[in-house]
């Protein structure tokens, strides 16, 4: 079971409910748990980290009078930026581009 919800949902309990029942979850990050999204933020931005970063990214697309593209970063969870969040595993972002 994989359990996916916008920020609202991005909360320990939450999550630590999901792992319980032996499930996955996918949430996004935004300024309602703002230390998770600093931790998030260095996790990115640190050398340290790049070597397991995962990049995964969708050709140019034409289509409906638009150009998009869209790619994913993946990289595993420090454990020293979990902050009680020990249920996260990956951490991943999101970046489109439309025109």
């Given at each position: 079971m994989i359990i996916?919800?916008?920020a609202m949902f991005n909360n320990?309990?939450?999550c630590q409910c999901v792992k319980d029942q032996c499930g996955d979850y996918i949430f996004t990050a935004k300024n309602n748990q703002k230390q998770l999204v600093?931790?998030?933020?260095?996790?990115?931005n640190h050398s340290k980290y790049?070597?397991?970063k995962r990049i995964f990214?969708?050709?140019i697309h034409k289509e409906h009078g638009r150009i998009e593209q869209r790619s994913i970063e993946v990289i595993d969870m420090p454990w020293e930026n979990?902050?009680?969040?020990?249920?996260?595993?990956?951490?991943a972002k999101l970046k489109r581009f439309r025109f």
């Open positions: 996916t919800g916008d320990e309990k939450i600093r931790d998030i933020k260095v996790a990115f790049g070597a397991n990214e969708q050709e979990l902050n009680g969040f020990a249920t996260i595993k990956l951490i």
